[in-house]
Each structure stands twice: as structure tokens, then as C-alpha cells.
């Protein structure tokens, strides 16, 4: 905290040792895009709100505890070394802790009194050093005005102007203004500077309206106006582009005999140029040389820079040239214009020219030259001279305005094919402490991926895995996917998808949603024999609707098949099916022939159905197998389903052989139920299959199965010449079925009748 000490004795203008220095400031284009304009320093001499009326104003130097540096501008003391610390006076304790009081508590009467409890005195430099370090605005408020409310203290002019300062640099500008005009009631005269103030604090906030009324009230309170008042006025007008109200008020200014100074035109040029009102701008500036004011370097170099913001590269040579003429120095805001004028109109190599003059005359580019001139290189595929510009940065350790002139550096250098050079562009940012960010190694990895340089690629990777660069917060410059991408698949295809695994990791921290990545990481997974880590990626991509490739679910499931695990391969399968993609009849038989041989009998059928599903009718060797093993397993129903749908796929299976296999495994019951499946749906069966059936039973004892599976095969037409029906029919008699025994006897003999009159009639019909 920074602490002034004023005597009350030497209440100075206050006003006049504080804003010169903020005027100086002022750029002769403050309110363009132009980052020539937004340096505060190398334009303080180029500002056209450069006078300061120094010669106009009795300044005295304050006693202690504050440093004013040329132009006015108040600056704290330097903070004391390290060490034993001096002691604070008690002042300076109680502003402290006055200042963390209001900072922390609500503005309540019981702070009030804490105050009261701590100060004894509330004199001049306690005051205005509480108003000086206020956390902000409205603790200045609420102090300034309790002070005066509760008989503690008498405002002067120093405290009023400097709480008036404080609400305008917070915008709190109709208090301010109150403030000022009620300083007559407590007996403090009002005097320009204090209008000034407001006047510029309006402007600064856009409100033209009020700082023209501000400066017709000083007329109405008769208080004295002078050409700074004016200058002010013009340039709240003239930022504003009210350049015909500027004009009016400066033949006001005229008329009421106030003399123009240099720095008047100097306001109202830049104000012409801001609102491109050439003409007016050339005839102030012969007009101010009619008036015998001289035009200074300021005056120059905003008649250079209008011209060179149109383009207008000759003209602004004759002002260059006319400086020389006049023996006006040149500066290095002149020559920078001039070089920002070249290359914004394409003429990189007179800005190089303007460089090497600047140079010569002993004159040392800043920051603006160099971030001027290094796009204009970049622009002109000028790379060997952006190279030497960098070095000369590096060097001299001077860094651009515009960190976004390094990833243009570098793109511009892989565009030409020197990829030395853009790695020196990131060594460059380095060097000179500026924030590398996953972006410019995205460049880099891109054009090294493009050129098969790999292994550079991937220690840059390293690096950006290590450091987190990608995770940084104040990155705003993100790794494009043609960067990650051909990085990513390189990893996976050379054995080394963990590291790749861990890159996109953090790119998915901050957003990234890549479905090439993610398909990049499943496959090299899948390769190196970790489908554990594939599939965990797969539903990832599930959760977050990320689109896969059916190519990647295809490895993944052969990854399982080939590690033995034939049930996470099923897994793998069934999840590419949900995700839409049709596997091929390859990789349906290579999970249905390791789902048997591992004993999962089910859950091969399982797959054995979905293929079908889906149309695939290939592999019927492979579904013979599984449905023998379900019917010998005793899954009857289970298998009778799945031949049931091949059925209606047009694929019916032998089922011939598989009532024989259940025969001679004596597996009885489970051929009876086949059979009757195939009689109820008329499938084709060999009657010699029946007649395997019918022993099985009959020797199996199952007389009454038999007996009924017979009658079935009667009623639908089949063939009674079965050589153990009479067996059958002895059977049922020793065991009591004589009703079942005695209808079997009469079908058998009916149906021999039958066939008989057929026999018959057909040989009467052929011997006729």
C-alpha cells in the first residue's frame, strides 16, 4: 500500500501533477485497432495531449512518501529492501487497517465507531492517504462523505479533487459531479482543473452530451476557462468523431481570443484523421503554419500515420522527408509508422530499408517495429529475413505485442518447408519466457508428420505430455486434429498406443471429441493384445455418442478370440452390432467356433442367432455342431427354437443327422421332441430316421412314446412297414396299454386295407 504525505500548508494543484502524465498517454489514434497505438510508452511522445503546462502551474515537490517522475505522473516510493523493515509512522499503520476495515466489513455504524476508536485525529494526511489507498470506489465514497457528516474533518480542494478522481476512474460520475458542484457550500472555490477532470472522465466514459454540458456550466459559474480546457473538450469530441462540433467550439475557442497551441492542432488532426476527414486535417496543419506555430515531431508523426492508414504511402513520405527538412528528429514512433505504412501497402522490402535507416541513425526498434514488420515478412514469404528479425528479438530480448505473431512465424516457416526454423520460432518463445501452448507444438507435429520426420514429432509430443501443456489454463491456442491425428496413428501402429493413449487423454480434458483418435487408440490397442483398454475406450465413445468404425470392433474381437477370451469377444461383437455395424460371416464363425470349443454352448447359439438375424446364412457346419450340442446338452427347446429360424431363413439344417446322433447317444426323449417339432411343421425327414427314433424308444422301454410318435407318423401319411410294429404291439400288452395296443393294431391293419384296394384298383386300371 503506497501512502503520500502532503502537507495541508502545500495544497497543490493536485489536478496538474497527476493528469499530464495520463495525457501524455493519449495515442494520435487512440481509438484504432492499431497495435502501434496501444503501447502507452513509445507513444508518450507522440501524443497529441502532450503539453502539460508545467510553465502555467506552481508545483511543489510533496515532503515525503511520494516520487514525481517528469510530466507529473505520482508514483509510490520504491518498496524498502529486504531486510529489517523502518518503522511505519502511526499513520500509515491506521490508513492500513482503516483500508482492511472497510474492505472486510459492511459500512455499518459499529464500523464507523471502530474507526473512531483507532484515530484520535483525523487530519489532512490520514484523510486523503485512507481516500488514496481505498480498496475501491465506494469505500472512498462512504469514508469521504461519513468524515464530513459526523464533524470529523473539513474537506478541502486536495481531497475533493482527489475523491472526484476516484469516482471518475470508476465511472461513478453523477457522484462526482455532485460533489463538485456543492464544493461552494462548504466554502472551496472551484477552479478549472477540477472541471477538466470531470470533463475527461465523461469522455472517457462515451458520454459526450455531459462533458459538453460540464463545459457550458463553466461559462454559467464564471469559471475561467483556458486552452486547456479546450484541448480537453476536442478530445472527448473528437474521439467520438463529433469532428463538426470540434470545429465549432474552435471557432468559439478563436473568438473568445484563447491562442491555439501546438498541441490544439495536434487534437484536432488526430481527431480529422480518426474520422477520415483528410482535407480538414491538411488545412489545419498549413493553417497552424500560418499562425507561425511550428508543427513538432507529434504533429508529424499523426500526419504520417493518417496517411498511412489509408494507404496513402507517398504522401506520408513527404511528411517523412519534411521532418529531415525542418531538422524535426525523427523518432522511433516516426520511423515504425513509416515501416507499418510499407508493409500494410506491400512494400516489405521499403520497410526493411526504413529499418536499416532507423538502425543507422542510432536509433533501436522496440517491441511495435518489430511485431509491425514481422507479419508483413510472413505476408511476403520473406522467411530468411523473419528468421534474422526473430534473432534480433531473441538477442535482445524483446518481446513481440502480440504473442499470435509466433504460430504465424511458424506456420509460415513449415510453409516454406523449413522446419529448422520453426523449431527455432518455439525455442525463440522460450528464451524470451513466453507461454508455449499446445497450439504451436500442433504446428510443428503437423508439418513434421507431413514430412515422415517422426521421431521429432515425438519428442515434442514428450514434451507436451510431460509439461501438460495441453492441460494449461491460459491456453487459447488448442492442437488442431491434423496435428494429433497422424501423431496418434503413427504411435499405434509402431507398438506404442499407451503413449499415444495418454496425449489424447489430455486433449479429451479439454474438450477434445475425436472419433479418429478414438478409433486410431482402439485398433493399436487391440494390436498390442490390450482389448481391455480398446474396449473402455469403445464405451467412452458409447456414453458420449462418438462414431466408431466398424474396422476397429473388428480387431478388438479378434484381439479377445486370439487372448482366449471368447466371452469378452462375444461382448466386443454384440456391442458393434448395437452400434450399428454388420460384421462379416468370418468373424460370426470365428466366435461361434471359440464359444464351443470353450464349452459356451449357449452363448454360441446366442451368436449363432443374431447372425442370422442379421441375414448371414453361411457356416451351417459350424450351426450343425451347436445344435447337436444343445440337444445332447439337453437344451431341446433352445435348439428346436434356433432350428426353427433357419427354417424360416431358408437354411433348415439336417435333421437327419441329428436324430441320429441323438439315437446312438440315447438320448430318447430329445429325438421324440424333434421329431414331433418336424411332424408338426412337415419337414422331410427319411423314414428310416422314424424308424431310429422308434427302436431307440421301444428299446428304451418308452412303449407309450413310441405308440404315439407312430400314430403321428400314421395320420400324416407315413409308411407302416416299420418291422417292429407288432413288437411294439406286444409290448403294450405285457405292460397293460391293451386300448393303445388294440387302436394300433386296427390303424395298421386299416391302413394295409387301404394301401391293398389301391394296389387293386391300379392293377384293374392297367389291365383294362
Given at each position: 500500500m503506497s501512502f503520500i504525505?502532503?502537507?495541508?500548508?502545500?495544497?497543490?494543484?493536485?489536478?496538474?501533477?497527476?493528469?499530464?502524465?495520463s495525457l501524455k498517454t493519449l495515442p494520435f489514434c487512440s481509438l484504432s485497432a492499431d497495435p502501434l497505438i496501444k503501447n502507452d510508452v513509445i507513444f508518450t511522445d507522440l501524443s497529441p495531449i502532450q503539453e502539460t503546462h508545467v510553465q502555467e502551474v506552481d508545483l511543489e515537490r510533496p515532503m515525503r512518501g511520494i516520487c514525481v517522475e517528469d510530466g507529473g505522473l505520482e508514483r509510490p516510493m520504491r518498496r524498502a529492501p529486504r531486510g529489517n523493515k523502518p518503522n511505519k509512522p502511526k499513520y500509515q499503520e491506521n490508513v492500513e487497517i482503516i483500508c482492511r476495515m472497510m474492505a472486510n466489513r459492511a459500512w455499518t455504524t459499529r464500523l464507523q465507531n471502530?474507526?473512531?476508536?483507532?484515530?484520535?485525529?483525523?487530519?489532512?494526511?490520514?484523510?486523503?492517504?485512507?481516500?488514496?489507498?481505498?480498496r475501491n470506489a465506494e469505500h472512498a465514497l462512504q469514508f469521504f462523505r461519513w468524515v464530513e457528516r459526523a464533524g470529523l474533518f473539513k474537506h478541502d480542494r486536495g481531497t475533493h479533487c482527489k475523491i472526484i478522481e476516484i469516482l471518475g476512474r470508476a465511472s461513478k460520475l453523477n457522484h462526482a459531479r455532485c460533489i463538485l458542484l456543492d464544493m461552494p457550500t462548504k466554502g472551496v472555490e472551484w477552479d478549472e482543473d477540477l472541471f477538466v477532470m470531470l470533463i475527461d472522465s465523461y469522455g472517457k466514459?462515451?458520454?459526450?452530451?455531459?462533458?459538453?454540458?460540464?463545459?457550458?456550466?463553466?461559462?454559467?459559474?464564471?469559471?475561467?476557462?483556458?486552452?486547456?480546457?479546450?484541448?480537453?473538450?476536442?478530445?472527448?469530441?473528437?474521439?467520438?468523431?463529433?469532428?463538426?462540433?470540434?470545429?465549432?467550439?474552435?471557432?468559439?475557442?478563436?473568438?473568445?481570443?484563447?491562442?491555439?497551441?501546438?498541441?490544439?492542432?495536434?487534437?484536432?488532426?488526430?481527431?480529422?484523421?480518426?474520422?477520415?476527414?483528410?482535407?480538414?486535417?491538411?488545412?489545419?496543419?498549413?493553417e497552424m503554419k500560418g499562425r507561425e506555430i511550428s508543427p513538432d515531431d507529434v504533429t508529424y508523426n499523426t500526419m504520417i500515420n493518417g496517411y498511412c492508414r489509408i494507404k496513402k504511402v507517398e504522401e506520408a513520405e513527404k511528411y517523412f522527408a519534411e521532418m529531415k527538412e525542418r531538422n524535426i528528429v525523427r523518432n522511433v514512433i516516426t520511423y515504425t509508422t513509416m515501416l507499418k505504412g510499407y508493409v500494410e501497402a506491400g512494400k516489405v522490402d521499403k520497410g526493411l530499408e526504413i529499418l536499416e535507416e532507423m538502425k543507422s541513425s542510432g536509433m533501436n526498434p522496440n517491441a511495435i517495429t518489430y511485431s509491425?514488420?514481422?507479419?508483413?515478412?510472413?505476408?511476403?514469404?520473406?522467411?530468411?529475413?523473419?528468421?534474422?528479425?526473430?534473432?534480433?528479438?531473441?538477442?535482445?530480448?524483446?518481446n513481440p505485442t502480440?504473442?499470435?505473431?509466433?504460430?504465424?512465424?511458424?506456420?509460415?516457416?513449415?510453409?516454406?518447408?523449413?522446419?529448422?526454423?520453426?523449431?527455432?520460432?518455439?525455442?525463440?518463445?522460450?528464451?524470451?519466457?513466453?507461454?508455449?501452448?499446445?497450439?504451436?507444438?500442433?504446428?510443428?507435429?503437423?508439418?513434421?508428420?507431413k514430412a515422415g520426420v517422426y521421431d521429432k514429432a515425438e519428442n515434442l509430443v514428450d514434451k507436451l505430455i510431460e509439461k501438460e501443456i495441453i492441460l494449461g489454463q491460459q491456453s487459447v491456442s488448442d492442437m488442431e486434429p491434423t496435428a494429433y491425428n497422424p501423431m496418434i496413428e503413427y504411435l499405434c501402429n509402431n507398438g506404442k498406443t499407451n503413449k499415444a493413449e495418454t496425449l489424447f487423454r489430455q486433449l479429451m480434458k479439454v474438450g477434445v471429441k475425436d472419433p479418429i483418435a478414438f478409433n486410431n487408440l482402439i485398433r493399436g490397442h487391440s494390436k498390442e493384445g490390450n482389448p481391455d483398454s480398446a474396449f473402455e475406450l469403445i464405451k467412452i465413445m458409447v456414453r458420449r455418442q462418438i462414431p466408431s468404425e466398424a474396422s476397429a470392433?473388428?480387431?478388438?474381437?479378434?484381439?479377445?478370440?486370439?487372448?482366449?477370451?471368447?466371452?469378452?469377444?462375444?461382448?466386443?461383437?454384440?456391442?458393434?452390432?448395437?452400434?450399428?455395424?454388420?460384421?462379416?460371416?468370418?468373424?460370426?464363425?470365428?466366435?461361434?467356433?471359440?464359444l464351443f470349443e470353450d464349452g459356451r454352448v449357449q452363448t454360441a447359439s446366442r451368436v449363432m442367432q443374431a447372425m442370422l438375424d442379421k441375414g448371414v446364412k453361411e457356416h451351417m457346419d459350424v450351426v450343425g455342431k451347436i445344435l447337436?450340442?444343445?440337444?445332447?446338452?439337453?437344451?431341446?427347446?433352445?435348439?428346436i427354437g434356433r432350428i426353427e429360424l433357419l427354417v424360416h431363413s431358408g437354411c433348415a439344417p439336417d435333421v437327419d443327422s441329428l436324430l441320429s446322433v441323438l439315437c446312438e447317444k440315447g438320448k430318447t426323449i430329445a429325438a421324440l421332441k424333434l421329431v414331433d417339432f418336424c411332424l408338426e411343421r412337415e419337414l422331410n425327414i427319411d423314414f428310416s430316421s422314424y424308424e431310429k427314433v422308434l427302436d431307440s424308444l421301444l428299446t428304451a422301454g418308452k412303449t407309450l412314446?413310441?405308440?404315439?410318435?407312430?400314430?403321428?407318423?400314421?395320420?400324416?401319411?407315413?409308411?407302416?412297414?416299420?418291422?417292429?410294429?407288432?413288437?411294439?404291439?406286444?409290448?403294450?400288452?405285457?405292460?397293460?396299454?391293451?386300448?393303445?395296443?388294440?387302436?394300433?393294431?386296427?390303424?395298421?391293419?386299416?391302413?394295409?386295407?387301404?394301401?391293398?384296394?389301391?394296389?387293386?384298383?391300379?392293377?384293374?386300371?392297367?389291365?383294362?
Open positions: 504525505t502532503i502537507s495541508k500548508s502545500s495544497q497543490f494543484n493536485l489536478y496538474k501533477s497527476l493528469y499530464p502524465s471502530s474507526i473512531r476508536s483507532l484515530v484520535t485525529e483525523f487530519d489532512y494526511e490520514l484523510v486523503y492517504n485512507v481516500l488514496h489507498s481505498a466514459a462515451g458520454i459526450v452530451q455531459e462533458s459538453v454540458k460540464l463545459f457550458q456550466k463553466m461559462t454559467e459559474l464564471g469559471v475561467p476557462k483556458s486552452v486547456k480546457t479546450y484541448n480537453f473538450l476536442f478530445k472527448v469530441l473528437m474521439r467520438r468523431g463529433r469532428y463538426m462540433m470540434a470545429k465549432r467550439y474552435f471557432n468559439k475557442m478563436l473568438g473568445e481570443g484563447i491562442v491555439p497551441t501546438v498541441h490544439t492542432y495536434n487534437v484536432m488532426i488526430w481527431g480529422f484523421f480518426l474520422s477520415k476527414r483528410f482535407e480538414s486535417a491538411n488545412r489545419f496543419f498549413e509491425t514488420l514481422l507479419p508483413g515478412l510472413c505476408d511476403a514469404k520473406k522467411m530468411p529475413e523473419a528468421r534474422t528479425i526473430l534473432k534480433e528479438m531473441v538477442t535482445n530480448y524483446i502480440d504473442n499470435s505473431i509466433f504460430r504465424r512465424l511458424m506456420l509460415s516457416q513449415c510453409e516454406v518447408g523449413d522446419l529448422d526454423a520453426a523449431a527455432d520460432v518455439l525455442k525463440a518463445m522460450i528464451r524470451l519466457s513466453i507461454p508455449t501452448e499446445a497450439g504451436h507444438y500442433g504446428i510443428l507435429i503437423e508439418h513434421l508428420c470392433y473388428k480387431l478388438l474381437t479378434e484381439s479377445y478370440l486370439t487372448k482366449g477370451e471368447p466371452a469378452d469377444a462375444k461382448s466386443a461383437l454384440d456391442s458393434m452390432i448395437e452400434n450399428g455395424h454388420l460384421p462379416d460371416s468370418s468373424l460370426y464363425r470365428s466366435v461361434m467356433e471359440s447337436e450340442a444343445l440337444l445332447l446338452r439337453g437344451h431341446v427347446e433352445e435348439a412314446n413310441a405308440y404315439s410318435i407312430l400314430c403321428k407318423i400314421m395320420e400324416k401319411g407315413g409308411t407302416t412297414d416299420w418291422s417292429s410294429c407288432e413288437e411294439l404291439i406286444k409290448s403294450l400288452n405285457e405292460q397293460g396299454n391293451t386300448k393303445q395296443a388294440d387302436v394300433l393294431s386296427r390303424m395298421i391293419k386299416g391302413k394295409n386295407k387301404t394301401l391293398g384296394s389301391k394296389k387293386g384298383k391300379k392293377r384293374e386300371a392297367m389291365a383294362s
